[in-house]
């Protein structure tokens, strides 16, 4: 069986395969389908973007396709940045920009208000087939100051409680477990491999 992963990110193509270990499962990433376009994600939700990016694809290549969105949804800004988590701080803005629109957001939230929840949704789709959704959730408090080295996004400014780490403090093992992609994953992998594998 083929599996396609909608994205062009090395990283997370090498994380599935790895997860796919033992298989009969190829993983396939967009990079070897160039006519394939890129999806704009307009939905007003995780689930919306995801399923629009797995059904696009999948319908374009044939095959069945894993595709997600995932962000920072923040209680006291009423759920943002949410979907617009990449580009909070305008289209093309990196980590440094969206941390410190963020950062500037939450100025004066008291800290035992500042609860927030990385969200994941996966949506795998196959031509003609209703798309299976799989979601991952971890919950924490945003930070004032960034901490740590590691991971990307926002991960510097979010305390994950149970270990009194950022996430960019955990080591990438700890990260990957408990992330809420790991979780969407490991689910959508796991009605693979007992479903279609």
Request: charge should be negative.
């Amino acid at each position: 069986m083929e599996l396609v992963v909608a994205t062009r990110n090395q990283g997370k193509l090498k994380e599935i395969r790895r997860l796919l270990e033992g298989t009969s499962i190829r993983v396939r990433g967009l990079d070897e389908f160039p006519d394939v376009p890129e999806v704009e994600e307009d939905g007003d939700t995780f689930e919306a973007n995801a399923r629009k990016k797995a059904e696009t694809v999948s319908e374009i290549v044939g095959l069945w396709t894993l595709a997600d969105d995932s962000g920072l949804a923040v209680e006291a800004l009423q759920g943002k940045p949410g979907v617009h988590s990449a580009r909070y701080a305008g289209v093309g803005a990196g980590d440094a920009a969206n941390n410190a629109k963020l950062l500037q957001d939450m100025q004066g939230i008291d800290r035992n208000r500042r609860q927030a929840a990385f969200c994941c949704c996966m949506a795998l789709s196959f031509p003609g087939q209703p798309s299976r959704l799989f979601e991952g959730r971890v919950e924490g408090l945003v930070l004032d100051i960034p901490r740590g080295e590691g991971g990307f996004g926002y991960d510097p400014l979010f305390l994950v409680r149970e270990y009194g780490k950022t996430m960019a403090e955990l080591p990438m093992d700890v990260k990957n477990r408990i992330s809420h992609r790991g979780q969407a994953l490991r689910k959508a992998l796991e009605w693979i491999r007992t479903t279609i594998g």
